[in-house]
């Protein structure tokens, strides 16, 4: 965060990639991309585009307090860090990935549909349109 923090342009926009940011801190890149994960689940951070990111208002440095206040007016209440349920909200947004991991998880490992028979699909398929006929 202090890294981001240090190489935002005025208003938070921070353009690196998180290749980048791993060579200046001496990381991974993996372990780069999971500490923006969890700098997005806390709405401090959000990707943008490859290698383009946003700081929060709230956090972001501008050139004057008179644009800082603007862009904290405008922003999404949603996105407000000094709210009661941030914690709860952080929590969600990590359980919510979690879950869906896993569903990713089990959509893998779940056994292959078998191949089909084309032939019996085809007598299938022709006994359907004879009775949708016969009606």
């Given at each position: 965060?202090?890294?981001?923090?240090?190489?935002?342009?005025?208003?938070?926009?921070?353009?690196?990639?998180?290749?980048?940011?791993?060579?200046?801190?001496?990381?991974?890149?993996?372990?780069v991309?999971?500490?923006?994960?969890?700098?997005?689940f806390?709405?401090?951070?959000w990707?943008?585009?490859?290698?383009?990111?946003?700081?929060?208002?709230?956090?972001?440095?501008?050139?004057?307090?008179?644009?800082?206040?603007?862009?904290?007016?405008?922003?999404?209440?949603?996105?407000?860090?000094?709210?009661?349920?941030?914690?709860?909200?952080?929590?969600?947004?990590?359980?919510?990935?979690?879950?869906a991991?896993?569903?990713?998880?089990?959509?893998?490992?779940?056994?292959a549909?078998?191949?089909?028979?084309?032939?019996?699909?085809?007598?299938?398929?022709?006994?359907?349109?004879a009775?949708?006929?016969?009606?």
């Open positions: 965060m202090l890294f981001l923090l240090g190489v935002q342009e005025p208003g938070g926009r921070i353009v690196i990639t998180q290749e980048d940011i791993a060579s200046a801190l001496g990381m991974k890149r993996s372990a991309g999971l500490s923006l994960q969890h700098l997005q806390a709405r401090i951070v990707k943008e585009r490859q290698g383009v990111y946003q700081l929060n208002p709230q956090v972001a440095g501008f050139t004057t307090p008179a644009e800082a206040e603007d862009a904290i007016r405008h922003m999404d209440e949603s996105f407000c860090l000094d709210v009661e349920d941030f914690e709860e909200r952080y929590r969600a947004a990590v359980e919510e990935h979690q879950e991991l896993k569903r990713k998880a089990a959509i893998r490992k779940a056994p549909m078998p191949p089909t028979d084309l032939a019996t699909h085809r007598q299938r398929r022709s006994r359907r349109v009775a949708v006929s016969a009606e």
